[in-house]
């Protein structure tokens, strides 16, 4: 045995509506734009009473610069056309105060196809609006932080930089001083050994002189010749002495060169790991700022 199903339409017309007028802010107007009629929802929305809506003209919920562009008569002449209207659009209320309406204008048409009236259905969006637009803003201004930081990492990049070329010059100016110093080392090396040769020589004429002195008796003639030329080598090892004192003099004023040299490093190498933490902090910020930004982008993608 077969059994046949039939299905039955549960909502009508009059049911379907006073859902709508139940949930949405619903206005009706005439061709001309005044009202016709208006439910609870609009006329509390708006800041009126349902009594004092019928006779009002559209414009005057409108801003003053949209009722006097064209955009508002072209959008009234589509309606008279029968084309439908959907959009985001501001209005004002009876107190001044802007609201944002996610509003549908449906053209009503009679029997023969003609345009008799409009019926605009809305739902007041004004506190999404708000939070989009202070989020918006929020986001320009992290924007703005950002570029901020961005500048300062990089400035900072730079200062790095100069400091450690200021490194470098230190470093090749103290090359060129221990140079030096190795010029002036040698030197006092030389004449060391020239010092050494001297007094071996005076060691051996003195040993000679005595030699001498024992066998000459008064008559010491070698003597003399012996010592004079030990004044003589006296008097090489004291310019060898004043040389040494000058050469010396010269490596000490190497040596507070390349001391002050390396303090100059120090700190130069101290100044640029300082600049190295400073940069590393302002792009750990940027890190953080735009790690931030991205949740707030991500936050307004949802809401929209």
């Known amino acids: ?37 208006a439910n609870e929802n609009f006329a509390r929305a708006m800041g009126y009473r349902v009594s004092e809506l019928p006779g009002l003209h559209h414009r005057q ?24 209207f959907q959009e985001k659009i501001l209005r004002v209320t009876k107190d001044g105060r802007s609201l944002w309406l996610e509003a549908t204008y449906i053209p009503i048409l009679n029997e023969v196809g003609q345009v ?9 969006i004004t506190a999404r609006e708000a ?14 932080s950002l570029f901020r930081r961005t500048e300062d990492g990089i400035k900072r990049n730079q200062q790095l930089a100069d400091a450690i070329e200021r490194v470098m010059h230190d470093n090749e100016s103290n090359l060129t001083s221990l140079h030096d110093l190795e010029q002036q080392t040698g030197a006092v090396r030389r004449i060391v050994q ?30 003399n010749v012996v010592a004079t030329e030990v004044r003589k080598l006296a008097k090489h090892v004291q310019e060898a002495a004043q040389e040494i ?14 001391s002050g040299g390396t303090k100059n490093s120090q700190q130069a190498i101290e100044e640029s790991q300082h600049q190295i933490q ?9 890190g953080e ?11 307004l993608s949802q809401m929209m």
């Open 1 to 37: 045995m077969k059994v046949e199903t039939t299905s039955t339409q549960v909502l009508n017309e009059k049911a379907v509506l006073a859902a709508l007028e139940q949930s949405l802010a619903m206005i009706e107007f005439n061709t001309q734009g005044e009202v016709l009629w």
């Open 61 to 84: 919920f409108c801003p003053p610069d949209f009722v006097r562009s064209a955009d508002y008569e072209k959008l009234w002449d589509s309606l008279r056309r029968g084309k439908k």
């Open 116 to 124: 008799i009236a409009v019926l605009k259905v809305a739902t007041d």
């Open 131 to 144: 939070a989009t637009s202070n989020l918006t803003l929020e986001l320009q201004q992290m924007a703005e």
């Open 194 to 223: 020239t010092i050494r040769d001297f007094a071996s020589q005076t060691n051996l004429l003195a040993l000679n002189a005595a030699i001498e002195a024992a066998h000459a008796g008064e008559h010491g003639l070698g003597f």
């Open 245 to 258: 004192q000058a050469t010396v003099l010269g490596i000490s004023k190497q040596v507070d060169k390349v």
């Open 278 to 286: 400073q940069a590393v902090d302002e792009f750990a910020g940027i």
């Open 289 to 299: 700022a735009a790690e931030k930004l991205d949740m707030q982008a991500k936050t």
